[in-house]
């Protein structure tokens, strides 16, 4: 087999060769894109799901979108250390100028220049050259008052009238938005309450972790009837099938059936897992079609290769109570699973894993999709965590012994 013409590319957000099994959410985009540049209020989308499950591939199918649709975008991935503001100014301060290029009449995008400079200062905040490139006198009283949650606001009014003017429309699309404290999550969830009340032109298209809707609940109590919140699975056997079957063909071979479904079984449908066993099976079989007995030979590098990667880099991230909070999750079997029995697991009281817990789910390795219970983010991270610590060591055991 030609692995130059190896059609899959397990990566980071990279696109796959055939996005399977989506077509519902990214309609639910195009019509969100549609009726807002038809002055139709529409709620904007929160998506959620897994590690794996392919949400950074549709937040940039979805720029792709709405960039066809007419729209400026704007995508940035949050982070832990990196504030909204931060992330926001220099990407706006290119869109108000790209804007200030359209011919056109009113002094709505000068006027959101001005905005954002005040928002700047208001917020004491430094962006590179943000600073030094808006030479034009701040709009006094707007979006300088220092609280995010009223500035923001305005600052986007400004933005979007901009754009209205210029006969355009404005998509912000955010990765990993739960890294975002609650205020600013607050902030994003009025700025987007006003667009929709004045019918201006800016959606909002974030993707982040199933403990999003929660904490956009917390947050404001109308955000459920702000967003949409589209979950993002992981696929069906069908289409999982068509994920590998199809490139294949397209790339002038063939897999059989029972090498499917074993590919299948292995990832449990979920899109990254599919692209590794894709990847690998190509490469590693001599002759088309690929078979069964080529991804079976497969299994224990893709294995590796996942384990030195994608569970590795997290696993490092972690204390050592941490790990152990984790190993005896795994320990229980399939999830979800019950804090109690956890902490039965460990020989501790339920109470003094609080902070284990709080830290393991801000670093995006677990959540609660249920009072009292706890499952991984990573999907198979329990099956990787029984293979990095096959020994599971109570933290009492010693002093027990002792």
Do not use: C
Request: hydrophobic fraction near 40%; glycine fraction near 8%; charge should be neutral.
């Amino acid at each position: 087999m030609d692995r130059i013409r190896n059609p899959f590319s397990p990566g980071a957000g990279s696109p796959p060769p055939e996005l399977a099994g989506r077509d519902s959410i990214l309609e639910q985009a195009q019509v969100l894109f549609g009726r807002v540049l038809a002055k139709r209020p529409e709620k904007s989308l929160l998506i959620t799901g897994l590690r794996g499950v392919g949400k950074t591939v549709l937040l940039n199918e979805m720029e792709r979108m709405a960039q066809g649709e007419g729209y400026r975008t704007i995508l940035i991935e949050a982070h832990e250390n990196k504030s909204l503001a931060l992330l926001l100014a220099p990407h706006l301060r290119r869109l108000l100028f790209d804007l200030d290029r359209i011919a056109g009449n009113g002094n709505k995008v000068r006027r959101g220049i001005g905005v954002l400079k005040s928002f700047i200062s208001g917020i004491k905040i430094t962006v590179g050259d943000v600073e030094i490139g808006l030479d034009i006198e701040p709009e006094q009283g707007a979006a300088d008052s220092g609280d995010l949650e009223v500035d923001l606001s305005n600052l986007f009014t400004a933005v979007a009238e901009a754009a209205d003017e210029r006969r355009t429309a404005i998509s912000i699309l955010i990765d990993e938005i739960q890294y975002f404290n609650s205020q600013e999550l607050s902030a994003l969830i009025m700025a987007m309450h006003k667009m929709q009340q004045r019918k201006l032109p800016l959606v909002l298209v974030g993707a982040g972790l199933p403990i999003l809707p929660g904490l956009a609940g917390e947050s404001k109590s109308y955000a459920e009837r702000l967003f949409n919140f589209p979950d993002v699975g992981p696929l069906a056997e069908s289409d999982a099938a068509k994920a590998i079957r199809d490139p294949i063909i397209n790339a002038g071979e063939s897999i059989d059936s029972d090498a499917l479904h074993e590919i299948f079984r292995l990832t449990k449908g979920y899109p990254y897992f599919l692209q590794e066993w894709g990847y690998q099976s190509w490469n590693h079989a001599q002759v088309s079609p690929i078979n069964l007995q080529d991804v079976r030979e497969t299994t224990d590098l893709v294995t590796k290769r996942l384990d030195a990667n994608f569970f590795r880099v997290r696993f490092d991230r972690l204390t050592p109570r941490e790990k152990q909070y984790l190993r005896a999750m795994a320990e229980l079997g399939p999830g979800p699973y019950r804090t109690a029995d956890i902490a039965d697991l460990l020989e501790v009281k339920i109470t003094t894993l609080g902070p284990v817990r709080a830290s393991l789910i801000k670093k995006g390795m677990v959540y609660s999709p249920s009072h009292g219970d706890m499952t991984f983010t990573v999907p198979l991270f329990d099956e990787f965590m029984l293979r990095v610590m096959p020994e599971f060591d109570r933290p009492n055991k010693h002093r027990r012994q002792t």
